[in-house]
């Protein structure tokens, strides 16, 4: 699989939800080789200001029209640069980079989790997911767990609405579906409904991402989780986003993965949580009543 630069026309660049853009932009070479899970670099405008490229997943991918869309939040001044840009201009684009998610592996029903702006990546994955002969032969049993902090943040309702899928939202202060964590939701669904998915796809924040991995590898259930981290460069070269990871040849030993060149995609058991930098916990956001 190739990695191209490309200058990438821009189609549309709109609000969706309370900080939250979708970018489509018309960029054929790395449209037609992007997959689910898969991210690029984006250079958000020309100078040095902001100096470094920006890391973002494919939303989604429509190879046959040569367009991919992103979804991002502005959080800081290199986004908020990127919800200024206007339809008709151009951004340079480097990809796609990374590895992708992989199909399930055994028949069973899959769960997808998504905190905030976690849902980027995994809309791409539930379309995937979605077609009816797209694994096994046969319609996969998919649950959708999507968790914000507020409803302003959420997605519209009608975005899911043509996966035909069950979609179990929560926010952190009750405005919309459950309250609380989208893991709390999700083991009060698991534990409500008595099913057990055969397989978990989850991105998120790393508090979110944490709880989701001590639960799978406490049920020996396969969990591939997206992380996400800082980026300078995107290919390996500023080794800027290393995580702690046991070591394969001896698994008591420690050794470094790299997020962009060895993810972004990791099993759960693939990475030292414990020792990961900030503590993977966090006080709650709200308190429901």
Known sequence: MGKYQEEALILANEGVADTTWRLVLECPRIAAEARPGQFVMLQIREGTDPLLRRPFSFHRIHPERAVFEILYRVVG??????????????????????????PPDRPGPVAVVGGGIGVAPL??????????????GGAVDIHFFYGTRTAA???PESTFSELNLPVHRSTDDGTAGFCGTVVDLFRRVLEKDRWR??????????????????????RGTPAQLSLESLMACGLGACLGCALPAP??????ADRYVHVCKDGPIFEAGSIRWNKMQPPPVTPPTFVCV
Request: aromatic share 12%; net charge positive.
């Open 123 to 136: 809309y791409e994955l539930l379309h995937q997911l979605a077609k009816p002969s797209a694994f096994f």
């Open 197 to 218: 998915p055969a397989v978990i796809y989850a991105c998120g924040s790393l508090p979110m991402q944490f709880a989701v991995a001590q639960w799978a590898l406490s």
């Open 77 to 102: 001044r290199g986004t908020w640069w990127l919800s200024q840009t206007r339809q008709g201009s151009r951004v340079s684009v480097v990809g796609p980079l990374g590895n992708a998610f992989r």
């Open 247 to 252: 070591d394969p040849k001896a698994p008591n």
């Open 153 to 155: 943040e959420m997605l």
